[in-house]
């Protein structure tokens, strides 16, 4: 039986008093944690995860239109960080059952819906009006710019009336039930 398996099979005699008590826990809390400490340890773990799947996904290199990984990892670093990454997911996962943090669902058109706001403006802050801050814009670069910058947020705000009509299609079938 391995250290999980019997922790997951313990007696636990302390139950978190501040959560809900609808709250379903696989494995009960062994540290009565507040509300506020659930939350925020949650949301610190989800930034850890995803940093990790980041470098997980990334370990074989990337190429973007902008940047590209510069060095390659060899096989045996690779097939090491692979198990690494391994053992901080178990140890993720174990922090998610001995103080009963949450999976919280994320909904996916709000979460592009924040990308692309982001982009927006990102795209804004490079039209030519906000590159005065850095000195004189050339008139050549503002008419070239300013134009090909209207172009790119005219793609998104296509890409945004497909997310938005996704959150309204979500508000109305809530409505219905």
């Known amino acids: 039986m391995t250290a999980r398996t019997e922790r997951q099979t313990e007696p636990t005699t302390q139950i978190n008093e ?83 943090l949450q999976k919280h669902d994320i909904d996916l058109p709000r979460w592009i819906n924040a990308y692309l706001t982001h982009i927006w403006e990102t795209l804004c802050e490079s039209k030519s009006d906000s590159l005065k801050a850095f000195g004189s814009v050339p008139g050549g670069l503002r008419m070239y710019l300013d134009a090909r910058m209207d172009h790119l947020l005219s793609i998104l705000k296509r890409l945004q009336v497909t997310t938005e009509s996704l959150l309204t299609q979500k508000s109305q079938d809530e409505v219905r039930k």
């Open 18 to 100: 501040a959560a809900p008590a609808a709250r379903d826990f696989t494995v009960p809390p062994r540290i009565p944690l507040s509300a506020a400490h659930l939350n925020a340890l949650s949301a610190h773990m989800k930034v850890v995860e995803e940093s990790c799947r980041a470098i997980e996904r990334n370990l074989d290199g990337f190429q973007g239109i902008y940047y590209e990984s510069r060095r390659e990892i060899p096989d045996e670093s690779k097939r090491e960080m692979r198990r690494a990454l391994g053992e901080l997911y178990a140890g993720l996962e174990d922090l998610k059952a001995d103080l009963g």
